[in-house]
C-alpha cells in the first residue's frame, strides 16, 4: 500500500513569490494535516482538512492557505513569501477522527531566498 | 509558554537501560496525548498514544499520563541502538495539535 506522497520534494522560491505543496493521502484516509518543521521549532500545526473541510488551522498568517480536493489530496499555498517560511513542510494523513494515527509524508524542503 | 515542553537533551544512556523521556503540557482540558518518533532526516512516526490517566504499555515502550500533574512520560525499556532518535510528544486539544520541540535519545552500545 502506497504511503503518503508529497511534491515537490524540494522548492526554491524568492522572497514576495508564492509555493504551493501538495499530498496524497493513503488510500482510504480522509483527513489531511499540514505542518511546518523550521529548525530548532519542532513541528507546527498549520491545517486539518476533513472530507474536504477545514476542519482548524493554527495559528498562522492568512497567507497559508489550503484546500482538500474531492479525491482528498490537499494543497497548501504560501503567498508573500517571507525568509522565515523556509522550513520543511510535512503532510499527514488519517481516517479522520483526532485520536486516528497519523502517518507522515516525506516532506517538501521549502527555501526562502 | 509553549503548549508543550520537551528537554531537548540529548538523553544518553547506554544499551539495554532505560530510557526515560518526559513532556509536560499547558492546557488542562486537553485530551489526547501522543509520542512519535523521527529518525534523522526522516519523518515522524507514531510510538503509542494515551488518552486516560496510568500507564499504557506496548512492547518495550511505556506511556504514562498524569492529568493533575499535566504531565505525560515515555519509557524505553532494554534501550536499543536503533532507539537513537528525537521523540515528540504531541498533545491535541479543541481540534488542535501541539507539539513539543522533541528530545533527542542516544542509545549508546
Known amino acids: 500500500e502506497a504511503g503518503v506522497t508529497q511534491s515537490p520534494t524540494h522548492l526554491i522560491k524568492t522572497r514576495g513569490q508564492q509555493a504551493t505543496l501538495r499530498c496524497s493521502p493513503i488510500?482510504?484516509?480522509?483527513?489531511v494535516y499540514w505542518y511546518q518543521q523550521a529548525l530548532g521549532l519542532g513541528l507546527q500545526f498549520l491545517l486539518w482538512?476533513?472530507?474536504?473541510?477545514?476542519?482548524n488551522r493554527g495559528n498562522f498568517p492568512p497567507r497559508f492557505s489550503g484546500r482538500q480536493f474531492p479525491n482528498y489530496s490537499s494543497e497548501l499555498n504560501v503567498n508573500a513569501l517571507e525568509l522565515e517560511d523556509s522550513a520543511l513542510y510535512l503532510c499527514?494523513?488519517?481516517?479522520?477522527?483526532?485520536?486516528?494515527?497519523?502517518?507522515f509524508g516525506p516532506g517538501t524542503r521549502l527555501t526562502v531566498l | 509558554q509553549k503548549e508543550v515542553e520537551q528537554n531537548s537533551g540529548p538523553l544518553s544512556v547506554p544499551e539495554g537501560a532505560i530510557a526515560s523521556l518526559n513532556c509536560t503540557y499547558s492546557?488542562?482540558?486537553?485530551?489526547?496525548f501522543f509520542w512519535y518518533r523521527q529518525y534523522s532526516g526522516k519523518s515522524p512516526e507514531l510510538i503509542m498514544s494515551?488518552?486516560?490517566?496510568g500507564d499504557k504499555e506496548d512492547g518495550r515502550f511505556t506511556a504514562q499520563l498524569n492529568k493533575a500533574s499535566q504531565y505525560v512520560s515515555l519509557l524505553i525499556r532494554d534501550s536499543q541502538p536503533s532507539d537513537s532518535a528525537t521523540y515528540l510528544c504531541?498533545?491535541?486539544?479543541?481540534?488542535?495539535?501541539?507539539f513539543g520541540s522533541g528530545t533527542k535519545l542516544n542509545v549508546k552500545p
Open positions: 499527514a494523513s488519517s481516517l479522520g477522527r483526532a485520536t486516528d494515527t497519523q502517518y
Open positions: 504531541a498533545v491535541y486539544n479543541f481540534n488542535k495539535f501541539y
Open positions: 488510500s482510504g484516509h480522509t483527513s
Open positions: 494515551i488518552y486516560s490517566n
Open positions: 492546557d488542562r482540558v486537553s485530551q489526547s
Open positions: 482538512y476533513d472530507e474536504g473541510e477545514e476542519r
